[in-house]
C-alpha cells in the first residue's frame, strides 16, 4: 500500500509541471520520467539488499526502455519528475531530495575515481535543473535552487539560488523565492528554471543604467541650486556663474536602455 501511494504521488507530481499532462491512465502509462523513476525504486531495492547484478540489469533495462539512466546505488525521494528525459545520466551516489524536477540531457556526475567515497552531487527539495546542465561533484545544491539550461555546475549551489552559464555562475534567491510548484506560498512553477530576471550578464547592466541615470539626477540637482543662487547673488557677487553647457535638465534614457537589455 506505501508503494501505491507513493506511485499516486509521482503521478500527481505530474500534474502539478506539466501543462500537457492529460490523464492519470496517461501519465502512468506513457510517461518514460515516471517509468524510470518506478525501474529505479525496485533497482535500488535490490541494490540495497546486496544483488548487485539484478540491480544492474533492471538498471540497464530501464536505460533501454525510458532513455534514462539511473545507478541502482543513487537515492532519489518523493515526486521526483524527469520530463522530457532523454539522456539523463544519474550516478551512483547522487541523491535527488522531494519535488526535484530534472529536464533532458543532465549529467549528475563524478568528479573523483575512488571508491566508497561521495563522488556525485546531492540535490536538495524542490531543485530544479534545466535541460542540458551537468552538475559534476559531490557537493550539496540547496533547496529550491535552479540550474539553468547548459549550465557546468562545479560548486556548491545555495539554497534558492540559481546557477547560470560556463563555469555556471551563482546568482542568490531573492527574498526567499522557491522553485517548488508545492511549497505555501510559492510562485507558479517555472518551467526549465530560469526566467528573465535570472541573467547576470542584464541585472549588472541594469544595476550601472540606474546608478547614471542617479548620477545624472544629482547632478541636474546641484547645476539647478547653484543657478538659484546665482539669480539672488548679493552686492559684490560675481555675475552668473552657471556655464551655458551645464546639464540642468536629465537626458539619460535609463527606461530605453533597460528595455535593450530586457526586462
Known amino acids: 500500500m506505501r508503494a501505491l501511494a507513493t506511485?499516486?504521488?509521482?503521478?500527481?507530481?505530474?500534474?502539478?509541471?506539466?501543462?500537457?499532462?492529460?490523464?492519470?491512465a496517461e501519465v502512468?502509462?506513457?510517461y518514460s520520467g515516471v517509468h524510470a523513476v518506478w525501474a529505479h525504486r525496485l533497482s535500488h531495492a535490490l541494490w540495497q539488499r546486496n544483488h548487485l547484478f539484478t540491480a544492474r540489469?533492471?538498471?540497464?533495462?530501464?536505460?533501454?526502455?525510458?532513455?534514462?539512466?539511473?545507478?541502482?546505488?543513487?537515492?532519489?525521494?518523493?515526486?521526483?519528475?524527469?520530463?522530457?528525459?532523454?539522456?539523463v545520466?544519474?550516478?551512483?551516489?547522487?541523491?535527488?531530495?522531494?519535488?526535484?524536477?530534472?529536464?533532458?540531457g543532465v549529467t549528475l556526475g563524478g568528479t573523483s575515481l575512488y571508491k566508497g567515497e561521495k563522488r556525485h552531487p546531492t540535490l536538495g527539495r524542490d531543485v530544479v535543473v534545466s535541460a542540458g546542465a551537468k552538475v559534476l561533484g559531490g557537493f550539496v545544491v540547496g533547496d529550491g535552487a535552479k540550474i539553468g539550461s547548459n549550465a557546468v555546475v562545479i560548486k556548491p549551489v545555495p539554497a534558492g539560488a540559481t546557477a547560470v552559464g560556463i563555469p555556471a555562475r551563482i546568482i542568490p534567491s531573492r527574498d526567499g523565492a522557491s522553485a517548488d510548484v508545492t511549497a505555501p506560498g510559492a510562485t507558479k512553477f517555472e518551467a526549465y528554471g530560469v526566467t528573465l530576471d535570472d541573467d547576470p550578464v542584464g541585472q549588472a547592466m541594469k544595476?550601472?543604467?540606474?546608478?547614471?541615470?542617479?548620477q545624472e539626477h544629482q547632478i541636474a540637482l546641484l547645476w539647478q541650486a547653484i543657478e538659484k543662487l546665482s539669480t539672488t547673488r548679493g552686492p559684490g557677487v560675481p555675475g552668473d556663474c552657471v556655464p551655458d553647457d551645464a546639464a540642468r535638465k536629465e537626458c539619460f534614457e535609463a527606461e530605453k536602455l533597460n528595455q535593450l537589455v530586457g526586462k
Open 7 to 24: 506511485m499516486r504521488r509521482d503521478v500527481a507530481a505530474v500534474f502539478e509541471r506539466d501543462p500537457a499532462a492529460r490523464s492519470k
Open 89 to 104: 545520466v544519474v550516478g551512483e551516489t547522487a541523491e535527488i531530495g522531494d519535488g526535484c524536477t530534472i529536464y533532458q
Open 28 to 30: 502512468a502509462l506513457l
Open 207 to 214: 544595476g550601472l543604467i540606474g546608478n547614471a541615470s542617479s
Open 57 to 87: 540489469a533492471v538498471s540497464q533495462a530501464a536505460r533501454a526502455l525510458t532513455g534514462i539512466e539511473i545507478h541502482p546505488g543513487a537515492k532519489i525521494g518523493d515526486r521526483v519528475f524527469f520530463d522530457h528525459a532523454m539522456g
